[in-house]
């Protein structure tokens, strides 16, 4: 493989191909040219226009003139030319150079909406499977030429292009820096999303909670750019990744800086109120059936015993079972096509409901606090959070049935200390709490209106910390 | 190496806890629909002047049928060998946490009701809001009847009583309220009488308490002057009989509220002058006297009358208490206020209370007279 | 990016560190011992503690930010060094897990009387231990989060207003109380564990502005506890607030909410919070000792160490009286040693001092 120097050989690259029924290898006798590629990953519009139609009007002798073009890019490395037909160029060989021209152009996704982060008003463009669609997706939203690009790759067999995004002037190097390293850093064969991308970045593999935020939205990434954050686009992947992260980010959505301050910020309360519901109301009702009955209002007391006293498992046991049908029928409602999985919330929320009340399973207390529980983690914009959200409930569910509010209690400062100990490219990942900075509790609590949010976030450690204004 | 052999460790400490706790070595637990839930607690004399205990319990039926209510009594010294007695008569644990009410028949409530309080508060698992009431006549004849429009008795008491607190017909006497003015110098505490009256239960009262003796008993006539001499009094209503000759009859004030202020002068004689002022505000909500509403100087006269009312009524009670030497009013903590803390110290309260002039002067005013005038007399002519 | 101890975080941690178990009954002492309005001792124990901490700070000030346990290994020997971090770790190890056994015996006493305290003190230990081995920076984190879940408490004093009453509180002035310097120390208690600040030194940034912040906590906590002191001696008559043990736990119980009742079962378990941070800060300083007794050993190991140790010291106490007495002891002891040793430390600076100049000239 070491034939950098060696003039590469159609044989040569014909043999690296060898049993590759996809490549195409066309011959052009009277310019006694080869061309090499694949057809599936070109442009056929381009193939046309670009070499097709010039081919057809030289003559042989004329070629050697055509091919001085810039956009035939002579290559006389062999692992520059393979990689190059992998990538969609095409490769043309004639006496004994090689020329690679860009034909890139594989049948893609169009833009559509975002299925996962649905919006009701702003943009609703999401990003594709296609890398450069992305990239063109946050240019035109971001004109500026401070928005650097930089491409790496991953994986040692996959070899996809990664590209990292930040805005030079607002952006701190340290995090480009450090982000660029890791990704460096990667030594697997394969990685499919960068989904899977990010968790071979974490700071701490051995966590419940996404340490950078994904998102299939453009706006979103814009926003975080112009933050001073760090965004890494994956090719074949529609989920763009950005980074530092706080935990509060996973509560903010792009919606709530299309509507006015006040009901943005309502918003956002809610979703906070929606996070403590989720994650201890079930917990919160074993806690009391099961030790502090004294807790109970005298008006709730009797409904709460008539609806128990059927009921033969302790009330963990009871919530674990509501708990476990309810991932149940929300796992199988994703994995079904969505006219089955209305069907499947019909069976769940009634039939099982209904019934399981009926039989003495649970008591219909339990079902509300479950069903609410559950509402409330999908109104969590970010799916892969409200996922860890319910899964921490598990755990405080089992420690409020075995200690009441005490093992509750634990839970909680388990989780507060679980969460303090996680950073997000090695910066604080519960940001506004601690490190302690009220100024940007006006845009991870509330919705400031946009007369206060004058400062970048103190996460991204910006040296231009004020918002438009660019340092020239 | 070391820090993953830590984490190890904690899991390994976690589940096993977990598992033994799970696994039913639990015995802590108090699952809901386990227990025998105590409402209300009674406390009687018999003839032998042994105290007898009854408990209202909330009891599920076995198999789900419907919640309701138990009544066990048991003979004991105390509250707590009570229970010991009562739980031998039910299926399932006797608990306190969500007991409500305690009631206390005349005789227990005139031996003390020191050592009854005293053994509720060190439970830590009842509430300091538990109600402290006084019946008059058996407590277990009154939680044992059953009153057709109210199937829960001990609810149904409780219920009352809690109406009763909000509308500011009683005030709200539980056992911090009751401990807190037992143990503070200078104010005795009160609590309200229950009482069984055919098909209903009705409020008879306030109880007097001289320490945590029962020394005497105020009509419910004068519910509103306590409450008013108490603290601030919100949205009530007072009914009024007018005797003065020109305005005769009698007036309903509505949405009244009264602010209070004490003021203590000496005597030159030793002794004390404690002065009520009493500011009440009202709306004329019934009127049948002959003094024209409309006329501004006539409401003055009514102003005045019901101030009068008010003042008279409210030296009476504060006799009725001095008479049974119970400080319940608080005067002696308006006193002592008043003077230094070595004079505090060296009178005697106790004898100096009959001796103190009470005066109250009360300042009413009528924000409205409702929405008419007066329906003029047909004329005949 | 090397982590450092923001001034925030300082007198959040200080905060924490300083109100625990001993407010609960703060109350009721400040009643026994200074009777009459006797809230106003809690302004006064503030201000001692205010004092205190301006020592701590020239201690500080003078050793440049250098720790306590330089400061000492310059001027006296090795030998005598080393059993001295010992006392001092196991003292303060001892007190740390004496705090947290108080709570759980607490606890136990209001929600868990047969459950077993061994089961509740060991899941106590875990979690302090789990937060010990995260490093002074993630507990000062911690320390904040825990903090924001507990401040929002003081708002409930809100829920008192009904049966406040001014003329309770009587206008004499510290009457009828007996022993008040005794007192006064014993309810110092509940102010101790700022001094632990001094093992913290090293590890903040360098400006001027933390010592401040250790002040800011400390004020953090002396209102607190003046607010709901002064609740307390407005809710309670005097006679009730001597007899009562926990007068805080029976306010708080008396709290009723539409959807809730005997909210003192739950905000208690929010205590939890903060006697973990008091708990795990002192097994940190007790653990700092000792790592500069053997600077080789595993910090991690010697945390659960210590921690076991501690566990074991625990179970030894099995009485509230006897745990209460022990803790009163090792509190007097914590008062002496917060005064003392900065002293101490001061003299032993103004020596070096004095020596730097001397081998100069």
């Known amino acids: 493989m070491t034939a950098n120097h060696k003039p590469v050989t159609l044989e040569y690259v014909l043999h690296e191909f060898e049993q590759c029924v996809d490549l195409i290898h066309r011959n052009f006798p009277m310019l006694s040219a080869d061309m090499v590629y694949f057809d599936h990953l070109i442009d056929k519009d381009a193939m046309e226009r670009e070499v097709l139609q010039p081919f057809a009007n030289v003559q042989a002798d004329e070629l050697d003139h055509l091919l001085k073009d810039t956009r035939f890019k002579p290559s006389s490395s062999s692992k520059e030319i393979i990689e190059g037909i992998l990538k969609g160029d095409a490769a043309i060989f004639h006496e004994s150079s090689v020329y690679l021209v860009s034909l890139y152009g594989p049948s893609s996704r169009p833009i559509e909406q975002s299925e996962t982060e649905a919006v009701i008003i702003g943009p609703h463009d999401a990003f594709t499977e296609s890398a450069f669609t992305n990239l063109s997706l946050i240019r035109r939203k971001l004109k500026s030429s401070h928005l650097k690009v930089i491409q790496l790759s991953v994986g040692e067999v996959a070899k996809s292009d990664v590209f990292v995004l930040y805005i030079d002037g607002i952006v701190n190097m340290e995090f480009v820096n450090e982000m660029i390293k890791r990704i460096r850093d990667i030594e697997v064969d394969i990685i499919t999303d960068s989904n899977m991308l990010v968790q071979h970045i974490d700071d701490y593999p051995n966590t419940i909670f996404p340490l950078f935020l994904t998102t299939e939205r453009p706006d979103l990434i814009v926003s975080k750019l112009s933050g001073g954050r760090v965004a890494v686009i994956m090719d074949e992947s529609p989920s763009v990744i950005s980074g530092p992260t706080s935990l509060f980010e996973f509560f903010t959505s792009p919606d709530d800086y299309y509507q006015r301050w006040i009901i943005g910020t309502a918003t956002r309360i809610l979703r906070y109120i929606a996070f403590i519901i989720t994650i201890t109301f079930t917990a919160v009702y074993v806690a009391i059936t099961t030790y502090h009955y004294e807790m109970i209002p005298e008006n709730l007391l009797y409904t709460l015993i008539e609806s128990r006293s059927r009921v033969p498992f302790p009330p963990v046991f009871e919530a674990l079972l509501m708990e476990v049908t309810i991932e149940l029928l929300r796992e199988a409602g994703a994995r079904l096509p969505s006219k089955i999985g209305q069907t499947i919330g019909i069976v769940g929320g009634i039939v099982i409901g209904q019934a399981a009340v009926q039989a003495g399973l649970t008591s219909n207390i339990l079902i509300i606090a479950v069903a609410l529980s559950a509402i409330a983690s999908f109104v969590i914009p970010s799916y892969v959070m409200s996922a860890s959200i319910r899964f921490a409930r598990f755990f405080l569910i089992i420690l409020a049935g075995i200690w009441g509010n005490f093992g509750l209690m634990i839970g909680i400062s388990i989780l507060v200390i679980h969460l303090s100990k996680l950073t997000s490219l090695g910066s604080s990942y519960i940001s506004p709490i601690a490190p302690l900075n009220f100024q940007d509790w006006k845009d991870s609590f509330i919705r400031g209106p946009f007369w206060m949010l004058k400062d970048r976030p103190a996460q991204s450690r910006t040296h231009n910390k004020v918002r438009n204004k660019m340092k020239r | 190496m070391s820090k993953r052999g830590l984490k190890l460790f904690f899991v390994c400490v976690v589940l096993l806890g977990s598992v033994l706790q799970m696994t039913g070595c639990n015995k802590s637990q108090r699952i809901l629909e386990k227990l025998a839930i105590d409402h209300t607690i009674g406390y009687d004399l018999d003839d032998e002047q042994k105290l007898s205990v009854t408990a209202a319990i909330i009891n599920q039926g076995e198999g789900g049928s419907e919640v309701k209510q138990e009544l066990i009594t048991a003979e004991a010294d105390s509250s707590k060998e009570a229970k010991i007695k009562l739980s031998r008569q039910t299926s399932r644990n006797i608990v306190s946490g969500q007991l409500r009410n305690t009631m206390y028949s005349m005789d227990v409530a005139s031996q003390g009701i020191r050592k009854l309080i005293e053994n509720l508060v060190r439970d830590p698992s009842i509430s300091p809001r538990v109600k402290i009431t006084v019946v008059n006549g058996s407590v277990q004849e009154l939680l044992s009847s059953k009153f057709p429009n109210h199937p829960n008795t001990s609810q149904y008491v409780d219920h009352l009583l809690e109406k009763n607190w909000k509308n500011q017909n009683i005030p709200q006497v539980n056992i911090y309220q009751f401990t807190r003015d037992y143990l503070d110098d200078g104010v005795d505490p009160v609590a309200p009488i229950v009482r069984k009256k055919g098909d209903n239960v009705i409020v008879d009262g306030l109880a007097l308490f001289k320490d945590d003796k029962y020394v005497g008993k105020l009509s419910p006539d004068y519910n509103m002057l306590f409450a008013m001499s108490r603290g601030k009094y919100r949205q009530g209503e007072i009914y009024i009989k007018l005797d003065q000759n020109d305005s005769d009859g009698a007036v309903m004030l509505g949405t009244v509220s009264s602010d209070k202020k004490f003021k203590v002068w000496r005597k030159r004689s030793g002794g004390f002058v404690v002065e009520l002022f009493l500011e009440v505000k009202g709306d004329i909500m019934e009127y049948t006297g002959n003094v024209l509403l409309s006329n501004h100087k006539d409401i003055i006269t009514i102003e005045h009358g019901i101030s009068k009312y008010i003042s008279n009524k409210m030296e009476d009670m504060v006799d009725i208490m001095k008479d049974k030497r119970a400080d319940n009013v608080g005067l002696g903590k308006q006193v002592r206020n008043s003077i230094s803390y070595k004079e505090w110290k060296n009178i005697n309260w106790d004898e100096l209370y009959p001796e103190v002039t009470f005066r109250c002067t009360v300042n009413t005013k009528i924000k409205s007279t409702g929405e008419i005038l007066e329906i003029p007399v047909p004329s005949r002519e | ?361």
């Not at chain 3, 971090?85 to 108080?102: D, E, T």
């Not at chain 3, 905000?267 to 007790?286: C, D, E, K, Q």
């Open chain 3, 1 to 361: 990016m090397k982590e450092r101890l923001y001034s925030t975080h300082i007198a959040l941690l200080v905060f924490m560190i300083q109100t625990g178990v001993a407010a609960l009954s703060l109350s009721r002492k400040a009643a026994v011992y200074f009777g009459t309005n006797g809230w106003l001792s809690i302004l006064i124990l503030g201000c001692v503690a205010a004092i205190n901490i301006v020592l701590i700070s020239v201690v500080n000030r003078l050793g440049n930010g250098m720790s306590v346990f330089e400061i000492m290994e310059k001027s006296i020997p090795r030998f005598i060094v080393i059993p001295i971090y010992l006392l001092l770790a196991a003292y303060l190890a001892a007190i740390g897990c004496l705090v947290g056994k108080q709570y759980i015996h607490i606890f136990q006493l209001i929600a868990f009387p047969t459950a077993s305290p061994l089961m509740l003190q060991g899941c106590f230990d875990v979690l302090v231990l789990f937060l010990v081995i995260k490093g002074i920076y993630n507990i000062s984190k911690a320390a904040t989060v825990f903090s924001f879940l507990i401040l929002w408490m003081v708002f409930l004093l809100f829920a008192f207003s009904n049966d406040f009453e001014f003329e309770r509180m009587t206008p004499f002035v510290f009457k009828g109380g007996r022993d008040m310097l005794e007192g006064a120390v014993d309810m110092f208690a509940a102010f101790v564990g700022y001094e632990l600040i001094l093992f913290v030194m090293p590890y903040a940034d360098r400006s001027k502005k933390w010592m401040r912040s250790v002040q800011i906590g400390n004020l953090m906590t002396t209102l607190t506890y003046f607010s709901f002191v002064f609740i307390s001696f407005g809710f309670f008559s005097l006679g009730q607030l001597k007899i009562m043990i926990y007068p805080l736990l029976d306010m708080l119980a008396y709290i009723q909410l539409p959807f809730v009742e005997r909210l003192e079962n739950i905000l208690f378990s929010f205590l939890l919070f903060t006697v973990v941070v008091t708990s795990t800060m002192y097994t940190w300083s007790a653990g700092e000792a000792v790592h500069h007794v053997f600077p080789k050993a595993n910090r991690n190991i010697m945390a659960l160490f210590i921690v076991f140790i501690t566990f074991l010291l625990s179970i030894l106490p099995d009485t509230l009286y006897k745990l209460e007495l022990w803790l009163k002891i090792l509190s007097y002891g914590e008062a002496a040693f917060s005064f003392a040793f900065p002293i101490f430390l001061i003299l032993l600076l103004l020596i070096q001092g004095r020596m730097g100049v001397k081998n100069r000239v």
